[in-house]
């Protein structure tokens, strides 16, 4: 396995993280998720040297911008709601962070996640 893949693989966790914040939706995170691994592998000689971190999350941001473009064009389905309570605050917590994330124009809401959920600074988000 190249140093590369082991990278890249390192970094599945975190991957899966953000999927699942950008998203809210477990499954269609682990898509975005095999996605952007798909990607990122079948790119690996255009990644010309740096934090592979930023690059993948580069990618998955915009793969993510992509399919939510692509749902804007669909008619809207109604939304099953999850009433399952969070396990680190309320129900009510819960879903007032989702209403305030989901207010949140993609770039915002993006780069609030990588910097509160994934630990990047501003300047490596203001990079992605």
Same mark, same amino acid.
Request: net charge neutral; no cysteine.
């Given at each position: *396995?190249? #140093?590369?893949?082991?990278?890249?693989?390192?970094?599945?966790?975190? @991957?899966?993280?953000?999927?699942? #914040?950008?998203?809210?939706?477990?499954?269609?995170?682990?898509?975005?998720?095999?996605?952007?691994?798909?990607?990122? @592998? =079948?790119?690996? %000689?255009?990644?010309? &040297?740096?934090?592979?971190?930023?690059?993948?999350?580069?990618?998955?941001? /915009?793969? /993510? %911008? /992509?399919? =939510?473009?692509?749902?804007?064009?669909?008619?809207?389905? *109604?939304?099953?709601?999850?009433?399952?309570?969070?396990? /680190? &605050?309320?129900?009510?917590? &819960?879903?007032?962070?989702? =209403?305030?994330?989901?207010?949140?124009?993609?770039?915002?809401?993006?780069? @609030? @996640?990588?910097? *509160?959920?994934? &630990?990047?600074?501003?300047?490596?988000?203001?990079?992605?």
């Amino acid at each position: *396995m190249t #140093a590369f893949r082991t990278a890249v693989e390192s970094m599945i966790p975190a @991957l899966r993280r953000y999927a699942r #914040a950008l998203t809210r939706d477990a499954d269609l995170a682990d898509d975005l998720v095999q996605d952007t691994l798909v990607r990122a @592998l =079948r790119s690996e %000689r255009l990644f010309i &040297g740096g934090d592979i971190r930023s690059w993948l999350y580069t990618i998955m941001t /915009n793969l /993510n %911008r /992509n399919r =939510r473009r692509s749902l804007a064009r669909r008619p809207a389905l *109604m939304e099953l709601k999850d009433d399952t309570p969070d396990a /680190n &605050g309320t129900e009510a917590e &819960g879903r007032d962070i989702e =209403r305030a994330l989901a207010s949140l124009v993609d770039d915002q809401r993006s780069a @609030l @996640l990588l910097v *509160m959920l994934e &630990g990047l600074s501003y300047r490596e988000v203001s990079e992605i």
